[in-house]
């Protein structure tokens, strides 16, 4: 999985007038954590992009001083104004540590469902996974080819290599649901007969 790099400045000023001053110039006040020490830091907003508005789940390699650190985004912040960033919370990956992240769900195929008139309605947009940093990854593929009219793909009806899926297993993940026009047509073909 390919990892977003972005520039870190340490920051030793941690006040409200000093977080300000940074997003009038464009750098957004950050903390990283979860390695042997907390850091402040400052990272561009610019840079910051195409980790934030993005479908996919992506790693942050942080370069702070020369030195790289492997991070995924635990929280972020946005004003409540102008819904722009201000503020992000990375988390520093370990090999060999797992991690609980969000990973978005893909739907591929076409359904014998929606073949067959009905509509195809996801359910879960992300999925709440536990997994080594070598085993994430920019989505979760759900193959929906074998998905029949009025049936469910649910969590337990999944497996993927190196992940373990934290999201309760009884929810469905995608429907192939009858639709409408599908319901008039086979009542209209009923009183025909």
Do not use: W
């Not at 067959?116 to 085993?135: D, E, N, Y």
């Not at 009025?150 to 992940?163: A, P, T």
Request: hydrophobic share 40%; proline share 4%; glycine share 6%.
């Amino acid at each position: 999985m390919d990892a977003i790099k972005i520039n870190g400045q340490l920051r030793t000023d941690l006040s409200k007038q000093a977080n300000n001053a940074l997003r009038s110039n464009g750098m957004i006040p950050a903390v990283v954590y979860g390695g042997t020490e907390t850091m402040h830091i400052a990272v561009s907003a610019r840079e910051m992009r195409p980790l934030i508005y993005t479908p996919e789940f992506k790693k942050a390699l942080i370069d702070i001083n020369g030195t790289s650190y492997e991070c995924i985004i635990q929280d972020s912040q946005f004003s409540v104004v102008d819904d722009e960033l201000i503020h992000i919370d990375f988390l520093q990956l370990s090999e060999g540590k797992a991690v609980v992240v969000d990973i978005p769900v893909k739907f591929v195929g076409t359904s014998k469902g929606v073949r067959a008139g009905g509509k195809l309605i996801p359910r879960l947009r992300k999925l709440k996974v536990s997994a080594l940093p070598s085993a994430m990854r920019p989505y979760l593929e759900v193959n929906v080819d074998d998905l029949d009219l009025g049936k469910h793909i649910r969590v337990r009806d999944l497996n993927f290599d190196g992940i373990s899926i934290v999201t309760a297993a009884a929810n469905p993940i995608v429907s192939a649901l009858v639709t409408r026009q599908l319901k008039q047509a086979e009542a209209e073909a009923k009183a025909k007969k």
